[in-house]
């Protein structure tokens, strides 16, 4: 592999991250913005600071809205208890919100977007 095949592959991995970030930001509209119009939930910014595993789950919340540990399992195909740590990690982070419903707990971004 030469360094020009290189500088394209990091090219079309960076576009489809851009695609992939697009698709959260535009999902997440109706999110509560700030006076200044930045998200004050979970921006793309911290995102992107986050380990690989915790991102997986982050955006996979993302997407379902509000969400069980077990839902997030079936879409990430990682174990319940695992998301369920992932999970709780994000809520210490602040970056996530925790509910409960019965016996059910539910994990949200935010207020309002799994609602």
């Given at each position: 592999m030469t360094i020009d095949d290189s500088n394209e592959e990091i090219v079309k991995l960076l576009k489809e991250i851009s695609g992939k970030l697009d698709r959260i930001?535009?999902?997440g509209t109706s999110a509560k913005e700030s006076d200044d119009g930045i998200f004050d939930v979970l921006d793309v910014m911290?995102?992107?600071?986050?380990?690989?595993?915790?991102?997986?789950?982050a955006t996979a919340l993302f997407e379902l809205g509000s969400a069980t540990a077990e839902d997030l399992s079936e879409k990430?195909?990682?174990?319940?208890?695992?998301?369920s740590n992932y999970l709780n990690q994000l809520v210490r982070m602040g970056h996530v919100v925790k509910s409960r419903s019965g016996r059910k707990v539910y994990f949200s971004i935010g207020e309002g977007l799994g609602k």
């Open positions: 930001l535009m999902q911290t995102l992107l600071t986050l380990p690989d595993h915790l991102r997986a789950t990430t195909h990682k174990e319940r208890a695992v998301e």
